[in-house]
């Protein structure tokens, strides 16, 4: 039986990962590493992923085969600590990429991002190679990052694999930091308040993603028989795509007073970069991705739960 170790376990990914994966191998089979251990569930434990020496010491006494390695400054807040975001999320993949390397691990899932295209990638259906010319720090080292999980599968056979997330949607946990955090940030305000003012143009199309399916899809990647598999740097998954508009009108469904303002700030600029929509056909080809939230049901489940 695997044993699974998530760094990063207390961020809005982990959170859910942990859960998800201690259903499928029981709680002591999934170890949740953050710094914010302190948050956690048992079994859990305070770790810095940068520091390698102390990775290889806890796979090692763990017997830890598997390393979801979830660690990394998000685009906004990367931008106001450019140095610190680059250190953080490439010491924190490489400490990985080398245990696996050694031997000490058989497999490894980091995750990328849409940060990683720029503003030469088609915006429409961005595929799954293309033009790729990040503009944020977040994004430059998403794409890095990309490029040396290839290098550690070619050279050294590393079984690593990586999903380009969109914005993730979730109400299990704090938004962290990112572009697309306002698609969270709203259905709370909403509750709260019936209004919100959104930090993004009403016009600015994103892809999107409920959590539930980014799970889905991370764990559907990371079991696919390595075989059926064609890309090592990372697949471009895609679940739905629309605008802060077109978000409180559906919300209006639930609170039809709800108030909406747009005041674009320095995020705006960010996420003009970025695709409106990109094409997942690779993923759909080669493991069989299915998204299976639209917008409303992406709506009413958030609507429930906030």
């Not at 290889?56 to 975001?85: D, F, I, N």
């Not at 709260?192 to 899809?217: G, Q, S, V």
């Not at 028989?225 to 795509?241: A, F, H, M, R």
């Not at 747009?262 to 990109?278: E, L, V």
Request: charged share 20%; net charge negative; glycine share 6%.
């Amino acid at each position: 039986m695997e044993k699974v170790l998530i760094l990063g376990a207390a961020g809005q990914i982990g959170t859910e990962l942990v859960n998800t994966l201690r259903a499928t191998y029981g709680n002591d089979q999934v170890i949740a590493g953050d710094l914010l251990a302190a948050n956690l569930s048992e079994p859990c434990i305070q770790i810095d992923a940068t520091d390698e020496h102390a990775l290889r010491e806890l796979v090692t006494k763990e017997g830890v085969t598997v390393v979801y390695q979830l660690v990394a400054m998000l685009s906004a807040t990367g931008e106001k600590l450019p140095e610190k975001a680059w250190a953080l999320n490439m010491q924190a993949l490489f400490a990985v990429l080398n245990l696996a390397k050694d031997q000490l691990i058989k497999q490894v899932f980091w995750p990328s991002s849409i940060a990683a295209f720029g503003p030469n990638t088609p915006t429409l259906d961005s595929p799954q190679m293309t033009v790729m010319d990040p503009t944020t720090v977040y994004g430059i080292s998403k794409l890095s990052g990309e490029l040396w999980c290839q290098y550690y599968h070619d050279k050294y056979g590393v079984d690593v694999r990586s999903i380009r997330y969109p914005g993730l949607i979730s109400w299990g946990a704090e938004p962290g930091g990112g572009t697309t955090d306002y698609a969270i940030d709203i259905f709370r305000s909403a509750k709260k308040d019936n209004a919100y003012t959104c930090f993004l143009a009403e016009d600015t199309r994103l892809p999107m993603m409920h959590m539930d399916d980014a799970i889905r899809a991370t764990l559907e990647l990371m079991n696919a028989p390595k075989e059926q598999l064609s890309i090592w740097t990372s697949y471009n998954v895609s679940g739905v795509d629309f605008t802060p508009f077109e978000l409180a009108e559906a919300l209006r469904k639930h609170y039809p007073t709800l108030a909406m303002r747009y005041a674009p700030d320095f995020r705006q600029a960010i996420a003009s970069t970025w695709p409106q929509r990109i094409d997942d056909s690779q993923a759909r080809l080669d493991w069989g991705w299915q998204p299976a939230y639209d917008l409303s049901d992406l709506v009413q489940d958030m609507v429930e739960h906030i």
